[in-house]
């Protein structure tokens, strides 16, 4: 029992060596105490803070050997692949679990095919005395299936309704139009027309003005079944695959986004410009707006009466 015990708190690499099958011997590779400043958690306390986070990663190989042999690199599963994994995992979004993070960080390392078995430690180190964390292991045999790319999503447009094309008679027929022409398209909003509360907390204030503008675009979606409000990414793609108009709810992207939009929600055609590039639109349209934002994807107009 004080074995078992041992070895649940133990380094990933001697897990890995107590658990390795019999006759399967396998070379491993290690990373040890990758320290980061991230900001990751499901508190309210954890949000607008970053924090210290501490990777632990052995990662189990097949055919090593003769890379080491020939000392050539491209042969080998190297160190940095490890890193890059990471890295990348952390790049994606904000994530609120840990348990999330090591299983994308896995994710990543096994679809190397030279990686076999990982082992994922990953620890927040600043949240007290001591050291919070979680470890997984993930296999590319029996446990799991080997991780496999998913192509890219196709390239949407973005199409920005001003308040007055939403409560326009030609939106069903631009709706129509859409739909009709079968391309990948996300409907974006700004708040209504009226006040908006006001808190004098900066971070409160800007949940405050997403949430105005997820209102709105529930306003659009009142006007049309076709309007579906989606607000997380996976939701995004999938909609994109699958023919979907969504209208887009910014509050969880945009408060999970490692860069975040520089500008103030209060700012819909600048938040919208920074979604655009966000999303690698073929294009951004902006429906009745007197202006139009600065983004990285190709921006132009069109009038309401051009809806239908």
Known sequence: MSRDIHLAFAHPGERAAATAPAGAERDRISL??????????????ERGAKQRVRFNVV???????AGAASDDVDRILSYDRVVDAIDAALAGER???LETLAERVAEGILAEPRAERVFVRIE?????????????????????????????????RILHLSNAAIASDRLPAFLD???????????????????????????????????????????????????????????????????QISVWAPSKIVLDAVDGPAASPR?????VGWFAGL????????????????SPVPVRALALDAMG
Not at 223 to 230: G, I, L, M, S, T
Not at 267 to 271: G, H, I, P, T
Request: charged letters at 20%; a negative charge.
């Open 32 to 45: 040890s105490d990758y320290v980061v400043e991230v900001e990751i958690g499901a508190f309210q306390a």
């Open 59 to 65: 990662v189990e190989v097949s055919g090593a050997g």
């Open 95 to 97: 994530l609120n679990l």
């Open 124 to 156: 927040k180190i600043d949240r007290g005395p001591y050291a919070l964390g979680v470890e997984i292991v993930r296999s590319n045999t029996g446990d799991r299936a080997p991780a496999q790319p998913m192509g890219a999503a196709p390239q949407p």
């Open 177 to 243: 139009r859409i739909e009709a022409e079968g391309r990948p398209a996300i409907l974006t909003v700004g708040a209504a027309d009226g006040p908006v509360p006001h808190s004098a907390a900066p971070l409160a204030q800007r949940r405050i003005d997403l949430l105005a503008i997820e209102q709105n675009a529930w306003v659009l979606a009142g006007r049309d079944r076709r309007c579906v409000v989606v607000g997380s990414r996976t939701e995004l793609d999938w909609a994109i695959r699958h023919g």
């Open 267 to 271: 700012d819909a055609l600048a938040l």
């Open 279 to 294: 999303m690698g639109a073929a294009e951004l349209v902006v429906i009745g707006a007197a202006a139009l934002p600065e």
